[in-house]
């Protein structure tokens, strides 16, 4: 494959006038994207920042973010992708541990920072004469293409180094495993500081196809939300799983207000299997694919295509087959990453990343934290390590709790987070939603659901308190939000 760079080019130069970039109110053609992001390399490439230093690019789905990701990298900076949505405490904190030159915006800051804050808009408006650049400063190889903050179980927020080289990789692994090669529109759901955003954004442009992106303040409306769905001529969805489930709710989404939409792509956490019936019957056009990776080893590593068959056999997904080269399970369970997308290590923090990434017979390989069994020729995933807790000196899997309380016929989806006092945990409280509303009272429901639930756990391993709500709140990346929900439930 060309380079990233080179093969958007590419399309530039042979389709100029094709929709690269849409949300429900803006777009942006190939050629667009490539002028304007010439400009703003050039631009950037004036300021003399140190090459390679990073560049924060704050702001929300919009054509020009995309712009500012492109020019970044022709420029040889690394981008570090920060939502609008994110708090300002922790975007102060990415700032400064990314040692960025620069915060681009393509929405207003309010905050007062402590290194230049330029809009995108008002650099290309000063410069609006179009330049021709050469290839010769774009990021390539083992430099860093993009950085990408992900909380992490201690709650730091960790840069992770994604190369050039990872991401052709990744990008070639997609082309190569899905059909993404035939002309479509992709969904882009993720905001860009998930890395699940890259899972569309470059296999869409590489690609030459338009991504369709929708935004937090349509998701937050439903009307809206589906309108613009309705209008996209999606071909192919990727999202979390949970998104998907909350899309479920609205029974008019379906094959007939999506009659493109034949590819859903879904990573990021287990995609339960009542999620994939209902998405079979209801776009009994489309193949439903279940992909696993953590952001450290570029987006996604592995991958099942979710039949009929693999339903009917399994309780839960399988993640990969055995035979996927780079994933395998450590003596102790711990599930490992190897191969060409393992990241650069984390940005500043060589003993974390050393830890991280162990160099195992001379190559760098991902020690994932998440622990993962083998069975009938398949990878499962079982849960996090960290989701292990001690409560009164038992030590108890969280999954292995919410899979049970899962299980009870009244129940459509649980969390269970534990209630800290003082750093340590007192107890357990599951957030249920249920399958019919709640018709009496609260305390009836959860005295019936211990009861069912007694049957398979022992009785510490029951959480304490249940609490009732129509849906699990989600968190921006639209994953399940259970770190909301552990921060609403310390004492
Ligand atoms: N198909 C899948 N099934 C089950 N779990 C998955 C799947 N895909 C990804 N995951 C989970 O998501 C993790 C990767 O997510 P990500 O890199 O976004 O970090 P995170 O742990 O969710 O968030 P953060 O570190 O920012 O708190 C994986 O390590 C795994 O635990």
Known sequence: MLSILAAIERVAIQQPQKTAYQTHNASLTYSELWHLSDRLADYLMKLNLRRQQPIVIYGHMSPLQIVAFIGAVKAGHPYVPVDSSTPSERLQLITEASGAGLILTTELLQMQMNLPVMAVHDILDASSKDVILSSATWVQGEDIHYIIYTSGSTGQPK????????????????????????DGVFLN???????????????????????????????????????????????????????????????????????????????????????????????????IYNLYGPTETTVAVSYVKVTKELVARFEQLPIAPITEPNVSVAEDGEIIISGPTVSAGYLGAPKLTAKAFPIVDGDRIYQTGDIGYVQDGYLFFSGRK??????????????????????????????????????????????????????G?????????????SAYLPAYMIPKTFKYMDALPLNPNGKVDRKGLAVMETV
């Not at 479920?248 to 939409?261: G, R, T």
């Not at 108890?396 to 006092?421: A, D, G, M, R």
């Not at 009272?441 to 639930?453: M, P, R």
């Open 159 to 182: 840069g992770v180094q994604i190369t050039a080289s990872n991401l052709t990789h990744f990008v070639m692994w997609m082309q190569e495993h899905f059909p993404l090669q035939e």
């Open 386 to 439: 960290d989701f292990q807790v001690k409560l009164h000196g038992y030590r108890l899997e969280i999954e292995e709790i919410e899979k049970q309380i899962n299980n009870l016929p009244p129940v459509s989806s649980c969390v269970v987070v534990p209630v800290y006092k003082e750093k340590e945990i007192i107890s357990l409280s599951a957030h249920i939603v249920l399958r019919e509303p709640l018709t």
């Open 189 to 287: 759901q993720a905001p860009y500081s998930f890395d699940l955003s890259v899972m569309d954004l470059y296999p869409a442009l590489v690609g030459g196809h338009t991504l369709y992106a929708i935004t937090q303040q349509e998701i937050a409306n439903p009307k809206a939300l589906f309108d613009s769905l309705a209008t996209s001529n999606t071909r192919v969805w990727t999202s979390t799983p949970s998104f998907a489930k909350m899309c479920l709710m609205n029974k008019e989404w379906d094959q007939k207000l999506m009659p493109a939409l034949d590819t859903f792509l879904f990573c990021g956490e287990v995609l339960p299997i009542a999620v994939c019936n209902e998405l079979m019957l209801r776009f009994p056009q489309a193949i």
């Open 441 to 453: 009272a609260a305390f009836k429901t959860t005295k019936q659901l211990k009861a069912l639930l």
